[in-house]
């Protein structure tokens, strides 16, 4: 099946730095990728929908100055959480959706802890 | 997109055959029905999708109801690795839209 590679898939960085999240499908061209975001024993939440060669779409309540969405490519998507707080500590996961078929197929997830 | 309704956790015996069951009762007649999984700290995974008639892979198999109010993901023989949150999750045929996840089944498997 179709493979969507997200990297790292973790990391521990220091307050007020930036932490920059890859995203790519790696078989297939995603004009669509979506970001979101898991806290402990919760289900996902979507934080933002990237197209491609043009601005993200933010949910309510998520800061797009904070979270930095780029999707410049067809294949690959960054979100970079910038000015890191430890309360941005969580699990962040990638989507990306086929264009041809619509599924949609997820990254192995990062997990992101501010220190 | 329709909302589903699933059990909080379950419990099934190794080896023995489990069914997730999935309400949602306002599916519209162009929804699929989706279902995911996704084990500890990874990214969720497909398991099966179906419209209409019972769908069968090398995962699972997706049971649905004649009135596509209901349906119910069977896993033949459950292993130990098969214990992970299942989503069961409805979209429009064609839709470009995100995956919207409820609060899921959380299946543990007991050796």
């Known amino acids: 099946g179709a493979v969507v590679s997200q990297h790292p898939s973790r990391v521990i960085c220091k307050s007020g730095t930036s932490v920059k999240i890859e995203c790519r499908s790696l078989d297939f061209q995603a004009t669509t990728m979506f970001w979101y975001r898991q806290f402990p024993k919760k289900s996902l939440m979507l934080m933002a929908t990237s197209n491609e060669g043009s601005k993200a779409t933010y949910e309510q309540g998520v800061e797009k100055d904070k979270f930095l969405i780029n999707h410049a490519s067809l294949t690959l998507s960054t979100l970079t959480v910038t000015s890191a707080h430890p309360e941005d500590s969580s699990f962040y996961i990638c989507?990306?959706?086929?264009?041809?078929?619509?599924?949609?197929?997820f990254g192995q997830g990062t997990r992101l802890t501010v220190v | 997109d329709a909302k589903t309704t699933q059990p909080n956790s379950m419990e099934s015996n190794e080896e023995e055959p489990v069914h997730l069951p999935c309400n949602h009762s306002t599916i519209s007649g162009t929804d699929y029905i989706h279902w995911y999984r996704q084990l500890p700290s990874q990214g969720p995974e497909y398991v099966i999708h179906?419209?209409?008639s019972n769908v069968n892979n090398r995962m699972a198999s997706l049971a649905i109801a004649e009135d596509r109010k209901s349906s119910t993901l069977i896993l033949h023989r459950a292993t130990l690795r098969d214990a992970a949150v299942y989503y069961c999750?409805?979209?429009?045929?064609?839709?470009?839209?995100?995956?919207?996840f409820g609060s899921g089944t959380q299946l543990t498997v007991l050796p």
């Open positions: 999750i409805l979209q429009n045929s064609g839709s470009a839209r995100q995956l919207t």
């Open positions: 179906g419209l209409t």
């Open positions: 989507s990306a959706r086929d264009f041809r078929t619509t599924e949609a197929f």
